[in-house]
């Protein structure tokens, strides 16, 4: 009599979630390389741009808080989506999706396993900028570090989306001028979106990056939650839900 493997299921399930999240959580533990990336750079660079400036620390205050949520976007997009494709081409998510884990699980355990990083990542560079190197806001830092939570499960939810595109690691490197900076480029953070081409302007208008920056600006700048942060925050976790939405509908088995 021939056995046939369990077909996955298609609704999510609480405990193959977080059993998939604590599955890549102890992958993890032993790669400290990507770990020091996730967590560590941001700060690095933070801080490497409070020197930058250090004559003009005005500047600093200017651009700070942007970055302050541009870098964990950037960091969790090009670990998440290296990670996630290693899993594949190594024939683990092969593996994984004989059981009778669905899609829907496996990208919400890894979004839970990175956003758990990510909530450690954002936390050290929002405590790093505010109380050590002098991030003048107006705002509440907590307010920053929800931002920057955000910003940086979006760029999971990115990276986990442009996988499943990639044919190898170079690949999903290569995604990243694509993906990300034109975000980078149209965003604000060089010169004001109004002030750009119409056209460019409208195509920033679409970005979830521009969101992002918008939200830390309106926390730089105003004591209390406004109506444009809690419109800023609701776009940019929409956007990393559409997007682990759109990333569970296309993940693949296997590589070409």
């Excluded at 996955?8 to 032993?30: E, F, I, M």
């Excluded at 741009?49 to 200017?62: E, Q």
Aim: with cysteine; charged share 15%.
């Amino acid at each position: 009599m021939s056995t046939t493997a369990p077909a996955p299921t298609r609704a999510l399930n609480a405990s193959r979630t977080t059993a998939t999240a604590a599955r890549v959580l102890r992958q993890l533990r032993h790669d400290p390389r990507t770990i020091a990336l996730m967590v560590l750079i941001p700060c690095v660079m933070l801080f490497l741009l409070r020197y930058v400036f250090d004559g003009s620390a005005r500047t600093f205050d200017n651009i700070g808080a942007s970055l302050l949520g541009i870098f964990p976007l950037i960091t969790m997009f090009l670990v998440t989506s290296i990670a996630t494709l290693r899993e594949r081409t190594s024939g683990t998510l092969e593996r994984l999706l004989a059981m009778p884990l669905g899609k829907g699980d496996l990208i919400a355990g890894y979004a839970l396993a990175f956003g758990a990083l990510a909530i450690v990542q954002s936390a050290l560079a929002t405590g790093l900028a505010v109380w050590f190197l002098g991030l003048d806001v107006t705002g509440s830092p907590w307010l920053l570090l929800l931002i920057a939570l955000l910003d940086a499960l979006l760029g999971t939810a990115l990276g986990l989306f442009v996988s499943a595109f990639a044919a190898s690691e170079f690949q999903a490197v290569q995604f990243m001028p694509a993906v990300i900076f034109p975000q980078l480029l149209l965003c604000g953070l060089f010169t004001p979106r109004e002030n750009m081409h119409p056209v460019l302007e409208a195509v920033s208008d679409v970005l979830p990056m521009s969101y992002a920056v918008d939200g830390m600006n309106e926390v730089l700048k105003h004591t209390d939650m406004t109506a444009a942060f809690i419109r800023d925050t609701a776009i940019v976790a929409g956007c990393a839900l559409l997007v682990l939405t759109l990333g569970a509908a296309t993940l693949k088995r296997r590589t070409a």
